[in-house]
């Protein structure tokens, strides 16, 4: 998120963003194309992450605080995975 005059505002190169944020650095998952498919640059400041560092971090988010489904039952380890690789394969 950047701050702008109106507030916190996604990057103007973020195209899905807002996902899996983690309190202790305040940030979140986006989605941007691969370079060859997008005419804009994105600052070497971003991390980009395969699935599996994706996976690896929203696996530790829910370490820490679990996640639940909507009737407040904690997902487990592999049902976390197959929603972390829904959205990757969503975005692909």
Same mark, same amino acid.
């Given at each position: 998120m950047h701050m702008t005059e109106k507030g916190m505002r996604t990057p103007e190169w973020v195209e899905d %963003? %807002?996902?899996?944020?983690?309190s202790t650095?305040?940030?979140r998952i986006g989605w941007?194309?691969?370079?060859?498919?997008?005419?804009?640059?994105?600052?070497?400041?971003v991390t980009t992450l395969t699935a599996a /560092?994706?996976?690896?971090?929203?696996?530790?988010?829910h370490a820490a605080n679990p996640f639940t489904d909507p009737d407040g039952t904690?997902?487990?380890?592999? /049902?976390?995975?197959?929603?972390?690789?829904?959205?990757?394969?969503?975005?692909?």
């Open positions: %963003g %807002g996902y899996w944020l983690d650095d305040n940030t941007s194309p691969d370079e060859a498919d997008r005419e804009y640059y994105i600052p070497d400041t /560092e994706l996976d690896t971090r929203v696996l530790a988010l904690e997902l487990t380890n592999e /049902e976390v995975s197959a929603q972390v690789t829904a959205w990757v394969n969503a975005r692909s």
